[in-house]
């Protein structure tokens, strides 16, 4: 419903949100046509996104920095966006965020049909959420760290963020 909300509202669609909602309806349609078919919808469903945000390494920019540009949440200067040490740090947190993805995808796909159905829906609902929670926390750690590690050994000298932090 969000995602109807903010499109009628700002008259742009999210090809997220429209992802999201047609696998959405997708996944509830298969557990009640079939169990086998229910864990395929949700493998699907995570490989897709776990392909579909790996391939953005092969841009110029990748997903999780368009996301990070696009959210405003931080003032990175231009001339700090433009190091190696900006990009491979995206590279790697869009890499992490694939590799989830697709290895919940290789669950869904192999494991979960095997397990007893009560513990495998535990497992998917560890894989929800609380997944997402924690790839959002890596993504926010990470950074800190890796560019902090950066400019204690002299490779980043140029402030990091408008406000003229270097780390």
Known sequence: MRAVWESVQHKKVSIFALMTIVFTVVEFI????????YWLSLAIRSEFYGILVMATLAFKKTFIEIMVEESKTTNFTEEFK??????????LVTAAWGVAYIAKGLFYLYVAPELDTGL????????GWPLDIILIAFSIQFPHKYWHHEFKKGNITMPITANGKGS
């Open 30 to 37: 298969m557990f009640y046509v079939s169990r086998s078919l």
């Open 82 to 91: 433009e190091t190696k040490y900006y990009r491979n740090c995206w590279r």
């Open 120 to 127: 495998a829906f535990t497992i998917r609902a560890i894989l």
